[in-house]
C-alpha cells in the first residue's frame, strides 16, 4: 500500500494548529496577514499616490478623495465579504456615530490650538493675520477631503489594524502592531526627527488607547481630521494662502516648532499633550472599572 504524502508542517500549523502553541501562533499569523492587507490598501492608496504624483493630489484635491473613498470601500468589503465580520467589529458602529465624531473634533481642535497658542506664548512662531481676506467657501471642499482621508487612516490604523489583531489576541500586541506599522509609514515619508518620531509614537498610543476604550472610529477620525483642518486653514503652518492666519516657525526653536517644514506635530507641546491625555483616560478608567465592579458586587449581594 502506497505511503501517505506528509502534510508540511507549516500547512499544518494554519489548517490544524496541533498544540495549544501552533493555534495561538496560527491565529496570529492569519491576523497579522489581514492587519497587513489593510496596511497594504492604505500604501496603495494613501502613501503611494503622495510619492509618485506629489503635485497632482496637493494640487487637486478631488483626486485624493476618490483615491481615498476607494480605499474606505475596498477595506470594508474585505473585511464584511472575505472576513465575514460585522462592521460594528472594525470601529463603525450602529449608533453614536455623530456623537464620538463631534467629541472627537472638539478634542482635535483644542489640540491643535492649544499647542498653536503654546508655540506663539514662547515665541516659537510669528503670525500674520488674514482674518479679512479668509475665504470660508474655498476652504469647505478641501476640509470635507480632509475628514475623509482621516476616517480612511484610522480606519486602517485603529478598526483594521488595531481591531483585527486585537479581536484575535491580546489588546496590547494589536496596539504594539499598530503603533509600529503607523510609525513606519511616517519614518518612509522621509519627514522626520527624534521628537516627530516620539509623538507619533505618543499619539498612535493615544489614540489606539481612546479605540479601545470606545471601539468607535469616529472619535479618532474626529480628531485627527480636525487637527488637520485647523493646523491648515486656522493656523495655517502650511504654504497654503487660503488660511485665517499665517504662521512661519522661527528657526532653530525645535522643540517649540519641530523643526520640520512649519509642522505642529513635531513640537514639544504635542508630547506633554499626548502623555497627559494618556494619563487622564487611565485614571478615569481605573475609576469606571472600580465603579462598575462595585455595581456587580451589589447586584451579587441583592440576588
Known sequence: MEEKMKVPRSIKLLRTALTDNEKQFSVFLYSLIQCLIGAGL????????????????QSNELYRLIA???????????????????????????????????????????????VWAIILLFKGATVENRMFSFNLPAVLFPSLVMMVSAFGHELVFRGNILGGVSGRNKMAIGLIVSVILEMLFYVFSGKITILVLVNVIL??????????????????????????????????????DSAMFKTVFEPNKYLLNGGINNDMFGCLAVSIFCVIAMAMLYHTGKREAEEERKKQKNKNEKN
Open 42 to 57: 492604505y500604501f496603495v492608496f494613501t502613501f503611494l499616490p503622495e510619492k509618485l504624483f506629489p503635485n497632482l493630489f
Open 203 to 240: 499619539v498612535s498610543l493615544l489614540m489606539g488607547i481612546m479605540y479601545i476604550r470606545k471601539g468607535n472610529v469616529f472619535l479618532t477620525a474626529g480628531v485627527l481630521g480636525f487637527w488637520n483642518i485647523i493646523s491648515k486653514y486656522i493656523v495655517g503652518i502650511s504654504s497654503d
Open 68 to 114: 481615498d473613498v476607494i480605499m474606505i470601500l475596498l477595506l470594508l468589503v474585505i473585511w464584511v465579504r472575505v472576513e465575514k465580520r460585522t462592521v460594528d467589529s472594525i470601529g463603525i458602529p450602529s449608533k453614536e456615530k455623530l456623537k464620538y465624531y463631534l467629541i472627537g473634533a472638539l478634542i482635535g481642535s483644542s489640540a491643535a490650538l492649544s
